[in-house]
């Protein structure tokens, strides 16, 4: 996997355990399932990835001890993801936001508007879309609708 970021693809430092896996170490990204359980055994810092249908009820105690939430885009034209993020950067969350699945170079502009940090896209996407790509995309988009609708206090912050 490749982890897309403003600065260009980096390695990313996150484990994920799996459904069974231990929770040991640090920097695990878990099912939301499990999320209880690394919080719980004192994982720090925790994150956890959520599907595009998850009800973010089932979050809010829980967002100041959570420092990355990937996004799980099922397909390139699911826009809940999109959604996801805004509405948790309204909610106050303000660790890292990661698209994960299918997301491509064409929608980073957007994906960062609405207060995404970085993507997670499989080897052979990057190898399709490489760095130059997501580069040219990040600037592709010069005017921004969403930012006109943003209150005054949180210009200059992603939706």
């Known amino acids: ?3 897309v970021t403003d600065g260009g693809f980096a390695e990313d430092s996150w484990r994920r355990p799996g459904d069974d896996g ?56 699911d826009g809940r993801g999109f959604s996801l993020a805004r509405r948790l950067r309204q909610l106050g969350f303000e660790g890292r936001l990661r698209a994960t699945g299918h997301v491509i170079a064409d929608q980073w502009a957007f994906l960062r508007e609405c207060g995404i940090d970085e993507a997670e896209i499989d080897d052979q996407l990057a190898l399709r879309q490489p760095e130059a790509s997501w580069r040219a995309a990040s600037t592709a988009i010069s005017g921004s609708y969403q930012r006109r609708l943003m209150p005054t206090a949180n210009v200059g912050r992603a939706c």
Not at 25 to 35: F, H, I, T
Not at 69 to 74: H, Q
Request: charged content about 20%; cysteine-free; glycine content about 6%.
């Open 1 to 3: 996997m490749t982890l």
């Open 22 to 77: 231990a929770l040991e170490g640090r920097r695990l990204l878990v099912p939301l399932a499990r999320l209880d359980e690394a919080l719980a055994a004192g994982v720090a810092p925790v994150g956890v990835e959520l599907s595009a249908d998850v009800d973010l009820a089932l979050l809010m105690k829980r967002l100041g001890s959570i420092a990355l939430i990937a996004l799980r885009f099922d397909t390139f034209a």
